[in-house]
């Protein structure tokens, strides 16, 4: 079964500073990776997606996510980040079981944007 | 466009009390999902169901027990509740692929007393 690690339980990081937030899969044959973000009080909503081709894929709000397939990972990263970035970041990758699509989520990066 | 709907959005139990957790989903989405969230471990999946008649378990299924009523609506009912399920409760949904991104409610906030 796949499993997501994120190793960073937070980020703090000062406005208009870049930031990457890490996540690394484990192996699979093939892999469909996705990154969300969540504010407070909400559900998740997607940033950005890596089915194939390109291996850097470029989301909403100035995110962008490299896959990178020897190291297992996909980081996400801005170049300038606003106040308005702070929020929990989780990176999920999908798995298919008998026909079944299930998504494995990472546990969450809280980035905290400071003034 | 109302995209995935979770009533009620929050709830206080005491222990023992039953309680269903409602979700609609008005994009003629195949698949449906309930995560719990808690702090420090992202979401968990309780139980799915991959198409209309058919449900199964997941990583946390225990003390839960789940209903596709139709293709629109999936709920998740908690007969006894425990202090152990105080947590916030997420539906999602996606069509048929697994290339396809969920789309999540806004969540239920459970705390059991």
């Known amino acids: 079964a796949q499993s997501v690690t994120q190793l960073d339980s937070q980020v703090p990081v000062f406005e208009e500073a870049p930031v990457e937030l890490r996540c690394n899969y484990s192996?699979?044959?093939?892999?469909?990776l996705f990154w969300y973000v969540q504010y407070p009080n909400q559900g998740l909503q997607l940033l950005l997606k890596?089915?194939?081709?390109?291996?850097l894929v470029k989301g909403i709000n100035g995110f962008e996510a490299e896959f990178n397939k020897s190291q297992t990972s996909f980081h996400l990263r801005k170049p300038s980040v606003h106040i308005s970035d702070t929020a929990e970041y989780f990176c999920a990758v999908s798995e298919t079981t008998s026909g079944t699509y299930k998504y494995i989520f990472g546990t969450g990066t809280r980035l905290k944007v400071l003034a | 466009n109302a995209g995935v709907t979770q009533t009620p959005k929050f709830q206080v139990l005491k222990t023992g009390q039953s309680m269903t957790l409602q979700c609609a989903q008005d994009?003629?989405?195949?698949?449906m999902y309930w995560y719990r969230q808690d702090p420090g471990m992202g979401l968990r999946l309780i139980y799915y169901s991959a198409s209309e008649g058919t449900t199964d378990k997941g990583e946390v299924p225990n003390g839960y027990n789940v209903s596709r009523l139709n293709k629109r609506e999936f709920s998740l009912r908690l007969e006894s509740a425990a202090p152990s399920q105080t947590s916030v409760y997420f539906c999602?949904?996606?069509?048929?692929?697994?290339?396809?991104?969920?789309?999540f409610g806004d969540g239920t906030r459970l705390s059991i007393l």
């Open positions: 890596y089915l194939s081709g390109s291996t």
């Open positions: 192996s699979s044959v093939s892999v469909y």
């Open positions: 999602a949904s996606t069509s048929l692929g697994d290339r396809r991104p969920q789309h």
């Open positions: 994009m003629n989405h195949n698949s």
